[in-house]
């Protein structure tokens, strides 16, 4: 009886799923489609892409970027994405920080 119950707990338990996307590293062929459709994921890829440069300053109690808007930090990675479509936006982000650091 018990390993019945067990069976039927554990069936209604990973019965409910949640779905999800999570934004973050992708191909730079999505970020580019996503940037050019100009919807929900183009907000998406931004706020990501901003949350980087905020973990990056918070990590390392730096102000990489301040004064920088989010529009341009969108129109680097996306040009960055249309020169190396075969990279990724964890690659370009890295570039642009560096590039950041370079301009401070």
């Not at 990056?56 to 990489?64: E, G, P, Q, T």
């Not at 969108?74 to 920080?97: F, G, H, M, Q, R």
Request: some cysteine; hydrophobic content about 40%.
């Amino acid at each position: 009886m018990k390993n019945m119950f067990f069976g039927l707990l554990m069936f209604f338990a990973t019965g409910v799923a949640h779905a999800y996307t999570a934004k973050g590293s992708q191909g730079c062929g999505v970020y580019v489609a996503d940037f050019d459709k100009d919807g929900w994921e183009k907000i998406a890829n931004g706020a990501w892409l901003v949350g980087v440069i905020t973990g990056y300053n918070y990590s390392r109690k730096s102000d990489v970027g301040k004064g920088i808007d989010i529009k341009s930090i969108e129109l680097y990675v996306y040009n960055y994405c249309k020169k190396y479509p075969l990279s990724d936006t964890a690659e370009a982000a890295e570039v642009l920080i560096y590039s950041l650091k370079q301009d401070s």
